[in-house]
């Protein structure tokens, strides 16, 4: 049977693949794989280690003095495929036909569609990198469900134990500030004080140690196995790591909060006065150029420290798409973070809709798949996302309704294509409808 789909599809790909085939359509032979992959983070057959990787375009940056890098984590190779076996690599991964993307410091990167999942290229996407405030994003995705914006806290001398000359948005021991208040202080100004006083607020009875903990559990939930939280803030600590693709994953689930979207946003805000210290009220700008100088911008974060050097996160929307960057390791001249968040996003929204070398894996998925017993449905694929069109064609001849093969299949190819999958999908029932991209 294995032999008899393989043979199908490499049949119809290669129809498809001809001179007359536009270059960004969905192939046959991308929808056998889609419907035969192995499980999310399970290594495909073929090792892609055998593969030599790709370089990837690099700006010239300044020599800096920085403090030694930390010895990563020993590589886990199940983690390394987590959305896709193309994604295991140290180098540059792009759609077949794709311009070269931009060259930039950054050490890593990715560029993903946050709606549909599809991650549109990277670089070492599953390499360790340090996140600098880019981490205030994992605590914003765990604590945002979790706390009311109108509570109001006081601040504690303990909330301000920061490093001395990192930075702070200026609350008071003893102010009293609504938690709203707290949450734009982190997102505009990346206050370090801000994120103790929400993790600790968040962490419960044990402080901001619960809080860290949180933010580690949310990690593993969302599928950012890379990412270990030492700090709040992300302010820099041993054993504190992440990596492109987990910041994509966090990243999203952030701007899937509706309050994340409207803080992230925000230009400029006023930190109230605190009558009782005698202490007057200020006004905070957002750090994050992106939202002023980019036509569609979402908002994101940046994110520095002399060990991490420069990390950036940002999205925004253009032609009813939305588009997210990560970076890490990347060096402020001779462009700064969000300018070279800016020159990916742009590459990104120039490649074609359906262009993809992997995905972003849903909350819960990695857990939900490592909990199914033995025999039960395989999980969603670990390989490039197929959806759109096709993939809902799929779905609908799975249920039955083999109407939809008309107006789909624009060739002989695709239609072979289409129904290998549904041919599949039927043999492993609920593969495609568990499906969330």
């Known amino acids: 049977m294995r032999a008899l789909v393989l043979a199908i599809a490499t049949a119809a790909a290669l129809v498809t693949v001809g001179p007359t085939a536009p270059a960004h359509a969905a192939t046959a032979a991308q929808a056998a794989q889609a419907a035969q992959a192995a499980p999310v983070g399970q290594a495909a057959p073929v090792a892609s280690a055998a593969r030599a990787p790709l370089p990837c375009p690099k700006a010239p940056a300044p020599k800096v003095s920085r403090p030694p890098r930390p010895v990563p984590p020993p590589a886990v190779p199940q983690d390394r495929v987590v959305g896709g076996e193309q994604l295991d690599t140290p180098g540059l991964v792009a759609p077949a036909g794709a311009p070269a993307p931009p060259a930039v410091t950054a050490t890593s990167w990715l560029v993903a569609d946050l709606d549909t999942g599809a991650v549109l290229g990277a670089c070492g996407p599953h390499e ?6 880019t981490q205030k994003l994992l605590l914003a995705a765990t604590m945002l469900p979790k706390l009311d914006p109108k509570q109001v806290v006081t601040v504690t001398r303990g909330d301000l134990a920061i490093a001395p000359g990192s930075s702070a948005v200026g ?69 504190q790591f992440t990596s492109a693709y987990d910041l994509a994953l966090i990243a999203r689930a952030c701007f899937a909060n509706p309050l994340f979207r409207r803080y992230t946003l925000t230009e400029r805000t006023q930190i109230p006065a605190q009558p009782a210290l005698k202490k007057g009220g200020f006004q905070i700008q957002n750090e994050n150029q992106l939202i002023y100088r980019y036509p569609g911008a979402l908002g994101g974060k940046t994110g520095f420290t002399e060990l991490a050097r420069h990390s950036y996160v940002g999205a925004a929307q253009r032609g009813g798409r939305r588009l997210v960057v990560t970076l890490l390791g990347a060096e402020g001249r001779p462009a700064r973070g969000w300018q070279q968040g800016a020159q990916l996003l742009d590459w990104g929204f120039a490649l074609p809709r359906d262009a993809s070398v992997g995905r972003l894996v849903a909350p819960g998925e990695l857990d939900a798949a490592e909990a199914a017993p033995t025999g039960s449905p395989s999980p969603p694929t670990a390989t490039a996302p197929w959806h759109g069109p096709a993939a809902t064609a799929v779905r609908r001849m799975v249920e039955g309704d083999w109407r939809v093969i008309g107006p789909v299949a624009g060739g002989g190819a695709t239609l072979v294509g289409l129904l290998v999958a549904v041919l599949v999908a039927r043999r492993r029932p609920r593969s495609i409808g568990r499906r969330r991209a």
Do not use: C, F, I
């Open 128 to 133: 360790y990198g340090t996140p600098a405030s």
């Open 171 to 239: 609350l008071l021991v003893g102010g009293r500030y609504p938690v709203e208040t707290v949450w734009l202080g982190l997102l505009l100004n990346s206050g370090n004080e801000a994120a103790n006083v929400l993790a600790r607020l968040g962490g419960g009875s044990e402080g901001v140690t619960g809080g860290v903990r949180a933010m580690n559990e949310e990690a593993r939930r969302l599928g950012a196995r890379q990412t270990h939280a030492v700090t709040p803030s992300g302010l820099d600590g041993k054993g």
